[in-house]
Antibody, heavy 121, light 107 residues
C-alpha cells in the first residue's frame, strides 16, 4: 500500500524557516517524480514544486523560487521541502504527492495527509 | 502560465442527479488534464487522468472528456459520498496549475 507521511509543520514567525519531510513507503520511491502541493485555509490547491527521480531536475512555482528548495533521499525514501523567508502567504497545509510521468501520461496519483504550516507572529 | 477556469464554482444538486463540471484552459493543453475529488479534512483523490482515463477503483459513474482547452467531468448519478469539492489540474507545462474548484453540495 502506498503511504506518504508528512512531518515538520508548525508555527513559525514571518521571515523564519521550516523543513518539511515526507516518508514514502509501499512503492519504489526512486522510480517516481515527487511533488509538493499546498492549500491555504479555505482555499484551493496550489502546486509548489516537483523533483525528478534522481534529484537532478527541480521545478518551482514562481512565488517560492529562491526561498524554497525541494530535495530527496532515495536511500531513505524521503522527500523534503526547505522553506526560508516565510511569509503569511505561505500559511497552508502542505501535501507530499507522487507524480506519475510515463509514456506521455502525467498526473498525481497519491497524496499524503498533509502537514500544516502557519506563519504568524 | 496556463490558467484553468472551472465552472460553476458552486453547485447544488440532489442524489441521483447528473452533474457536469467544466474546466477551461487559457491555452491548448492537449489531454494533459486530471480531475481530483477532495472532501473536508482529507487529501485530494485522483479520479481521472489524461482527460478521460478513469483511475483504478473510481466508480464508473465518473467520466471525463475533452481535449485542447475545454474539458468536462461528469457524474452520471450523484451519490451521497460524491458531495465534495472537485479540482482540475493541467500537466502540459510548468508551472503546473489547478482550477479554482467546484464545490458540490446537497440541495
Amino acid at each position: 500500500e502506498v503511504q506518504l507521511v508528512e512531518s515538520g509543520g508548525g508555527l513559525v514567525q514571518p521571515g523564519g524557516s521550516l523543513r518539511l519531510s515526507c516518508a514514502a513507503s509501499g512503492f519504489t520511491f526512486s522510480n517516481y517524480f515527487m511533488s509538493w502541493v499546498r492549500q491555504a485555509p479555505g482555499k484551493g490547491l496550489e502546486w509548489v514544486a516537483n523533483i525528478k527521480q534522481d534529484g537532478s531536475v527541480k521545478y518551482y512555482m514562481d512565488s517560492v523560487k529562491g526561498r524554497f528548495t525541494i530535495s530527496r533521499d532515495n536511500a531513505e525514501s524521503s522527500l523534503f521541502l526547505q522553506m526560508n523567508s516565510l511569509g503569511a502567504e505561505d500559511t497552508a497545509v502542505y501535501y507530499c504527492a507522487r507524480y506519475v510521468r510515463a509514456s506521455a501520461l502525467y498526473y498525481i496519483d497519491f497524496w499524503g495527509q498533509g502537514t500544516l504550516v502557519t506563519v504568524s507572529s | 502560465d496556463i490558467q484553468l477556469t472551472q465552472s460553476p464554482s458552486f453547485l447544488s444538486a440532489s442524489v441521483g442527479d447528473r452533474v457536469t463540471i467544466t474546466c477551461r484552459a487559457s491555452q491548448d493543453i492537449n489531454s494533459y488534464l486530471a480531475w481530483y475529488q477532495q472532501k473536508p479534512g482529507e487529501a485530494p483523490k485522483l479520479l481521472i487522468y489524461a482527460a478521460s482515463t478513469l483511475q483504478t477503483g473510481v466508480p464508473s459513474s465518473f467520466s471525463g472528456s475533452g481535449s485542447g482547452t475545454e474539458f468536462t467531468l461528469t457524474i452520471s448519478s450523484l451519490q451521497p459520498e460524491d458531495f465534495a469539492t472537485y479540482y482540475c489540474q493541467q500537466f502540459n507545462s510548468y508551472p503546473l496549475t489547478f482550477g479554482g474548484g467546484t464545490k458540490v453540495e446537497i440541495k
